[in-house]
């Protein structure tokens, strides 16, 4: 689908949260029909990217950041309670309590700790916190330099990650570009960004349909 897309429109994007390998990995494997060149991949909200090769590469000013976040992982790791699962990004770290609701203190009161120990930012999203670098670096940010020299830009998001794209895409709008801040519904949606949103789709199956009627399928 996105290989679909990517020969159809000017520009082709996934923005995650998600490490740039893991994209690199799902999203350009042979077959899949869009290659570097044509689908832009950008992962852990803008601090990764994948280049015309093939290749990841990080954002120069996160680099001196990438041991401060091996660090944080390595303390949480040794205090979490069994369950809890601390997952690493390389340049991020995000603590999970999807699986053992009853660990969120322990995640969010971790996150808090370790920011401020270490200077990093900690960030909430579904079911789960995440610790970042303290840069100027998010989903507004990338979505605003993806979107330089187009007239009109589509984003559709579903995590409280995505509220800054929207918020770049409002302000694109208001400098005279045609936007859809396009929402997709889930049982852990944030209502914030449903309310932001131009139009709000039921999951991810209304969202494929869209995606095919858009590619021409």
Known sequence: MLGALARRYGRVAVVSGR???????????????AGPSALRLVGLYGLETVDADGMVVAAPEAEPWRAVVAEAADR???????????????????LHWRER???ES????????????LGLVA????MSCELR????????????????G???????????GDLPAFEALDALAAAGARTAKVGVTSLEAPPALLAMADVV????????????ELAGR
């Open 201 to 212: 789709l039921d999951g991810p199956e209304a969202t494929l349909a869209v995606l095919e």
């Open 76 to 94: 949480a790791e040794a205090s979490a309670p069994a369950g809890a699962r601390v997952e690493r990004k390389s340049l991020a770290l995000t």
């Open 106 to 117: 322990w995640a969010t009161a971790q996150a808090s700790r370790l920011a401020a120990e």
């Open 123 to 126: 960030h909430g999203a579904k």
């Open 19 to 33: 490490p740039a390998a893991f994209l690199a990995e799902h999203l350009l494997r042979d077959g899949a029909g």
């Open 133 to 148: 670098p303290p840069l100027e670096i998010d989903k507004g940010k990338a979505v605003a330099e993806l979107a330089v």
């Open 101 to 103: 609701p009853e660990h």
């Open 150 to 160: 187009f007239a009109t830009i589509a984003f559709l998001g579903d995590d409280i």
